[in-house]
Structure formats: C-alpha cells, structure tokens
C-alpha cells in the first residue's frame, strides 16, 4: 500500500505544471552547420547550446528546450527540411553535433528519440521528495 501510495504522488510531482507544447520524435545528426552559417551567419546565437533543423522553416529563428539522450538543452531552430525532400515517419530534428557527441559519442548515427518543447518541465522539489520519504517509513 505504501508503494502505491509513493509512486501515485511520485508521478504526480513529475508531471510539469505548467502549460508545455511538446513535439516527440526522433532526431539524426546534422552535418551541414557550417554551410548553414555560412550562408546565413545571422542565425547564430553564443546563447544557445545547440541548433536543430525542423520541417517547417517558418519556424527558422524560434527557441525551444530540446530533450535528447540523457539532457535538455537551449537550442535555436536556425535551418530547415529541405523542400524538395520528404521528412521519413517520426523524424522530428536534425541536431548540431556538439549536442548529439554529448549524448551519444560512441553510438552510430541514426536515429535517436528527441523532444522539442515550448517550455522545460520543472524537475521535482527535492524537499517535497525528502518529506514524502519520511511519510511513508
């Protein structure tokens, strides 16, 4: 009962609050930064702590916190599909790859589950975790 108990609030206190847009699919490494800036250099931003490359290029100059592998990271949405190429089921981003070498440095390129959101859910209150523990020893 008391494991029940832990993991029902558990879940409860990981599921983000806030209001969040997430987009979930899988990402490939994106080899082309260079041309990219190069022909575009005021997509570059030093804030960022990465780039991807959507479907939409409406979307080119937009912001979101990307989880992929074990991280979350700050990235700029700075190029897009070309569009005479069709996206494959589920392809979700091309990532930069200081991003895709910091979660994957051994693993073959292919692809790798990703998620694109309008915000980065808040982790758990350690405090409230701390409390929850005592309650149900």
């Known amino acids: 009962m008391k494991l029940m108990l832990l ?5 409860l ?4 609050t806030q ?4 987009e979930t699919g ?3 490494l994106h ?18 702590d990465g780039y991807v490359a959507v479907v939409d290029c409406s979307q080119i100059g937009q912001y979101r916190w990307m ?4 991280g979350w990271y700050w990235v700029k949405i700075a190029d897009c599909l070309n569009r005479s190429l069709e996206p494959k ?7 930069s790859p200081n991003i895709w070498y910091a979660e994957f440095p051994y693993v073959p390129l292919g692809g790798h589950p990703a998620q694109l959101c309008t915000t980065r859910p808040s982790p758990p209150n ?4 701390q409390k929850l523990l005592k309650i149900i020893q």
Not at 19 to 22: A, K, L, S
Not at 67 to 70: H, L, N, Q
Not at 89 to 95: A, I, Q, R, T
Request: with cysteine.
């Open 7 to 11: 993991l029902t609030t558990l879940s």
């Open 13 to 16: 206190m990981l599921t983000p």
């Open 19 to 22: 209001t969040n847009q997430c």
């Open 26 to 28: 899988y990402a490939t």
């Open 31 to 48: 080899q082309a930064w260079a041309s990219v800036f190069y022909n575009f250099p005021e997509r570059k931003d030093p804030n960022v």
């Open 67 to 70: 989880k992929f592998g074990e």
């Open 89 to 95: 089921p589920g392809w979700l981003v091309d990532v």
């Open 126 to 129: 350690l405090q409230d975790m």
